[in-house]
């Protein structure tokens, strides 16, 4: 089955980087989406950023234009995100998300923290 494996988080000051991985496993769609998702206490799951596989067209939320990054690794299944000038509203945790389109399916990752403060 479909393993989505996310790795990277932690914790880093205001105006640091970081960078998040996501090892994926156990499927063979020739067209998928997969993307970045956050989620804050007390909000809602948000998109972060997502890439069309294949293709490589990738989307930003406004909040994080210009400092995040998605990228991918082919050979590897893998998806990174790489986040600069990281602020305190990043503060979440990330999910790794792969969705298959026919039919569409969405499988998620377990998630790792980041961490914005001084």
């Known amino acids: 089955q479909v393993q989505l494996v996310e790795s990277g988080g932690g914790l880093v000051q205001p105006g640091g980087s970081l960078s998040l991985s996501c090892a994926a496993s156990g499927f063979a769609f020739s067209n998928y989406v997969m993307s970045w998702y956050r989620q804050a206490p007390g909000k809602e799951r948000e998109m972060v950023a997502d890439?069309?596989?294949?293709?490589?067209?990738?989307n930003y939320a406004d909040s994080v234009k210009g400092r995040f990054t998605i990228s991918r690794d082919n050979g590897m299944n893998t998806l990174y995100l790489q986040m600069n000038s990281l602020k305190p509203t990043d503060t979440a945790v990330y999910y790794c998300k792969l969705r298959s389109m026919r039919p569409v399916v969405d499988y998620w990752g377990q998630g790792t923290q980041v961490t914005v403060s001084s």
């Open positions: 890439m069309f596989i294949p293709g490589g067209v990738t």
